[in-house]
């Protein structure tokens, strides 16, 4: 995270931003969602497959 000071009459405000490295890590988090998600879904659609025979 790293806090950027803007121009504005209220100093107390601060914005924030993601840094290069915090980007990376939000982007390996959201893989290993999506990939446990994908792995879920899969094992759901092969449990239904399997029980209608």
Same mark, same amino acid.
């Given at each position: 995270?790293?806090?950027?000071?803007?121009?504005?009459?209220?100093? @107390?405000?601060?914005?924030?931003?993601?840094?290069?490295?915090?980007?990376?890590?939000?982007?390996?988090?959201?893989?290993?969602?999506?990939?446990?998600?994908?792995?879920? @879904?899969?094992?759901?659609?092969?449990?239904?497959?399997?029980?209608?025979?």
């Amino acid at each position: 995270m790293k806090k950027i000071r803007g121009e504005r009459q209220d100093l @107390r405000l601060v914005d924030i931003a993601i840094t290069a490295d915090g980007q990376k890590v939000y982007e390996q988090i959201i893989a290993e969602v999506t990939a446990d998600k994908l792995d879920e @879904r899969m094992l759901t659609n092969l449990t239904s497959v399997n029980q209608v025979d």
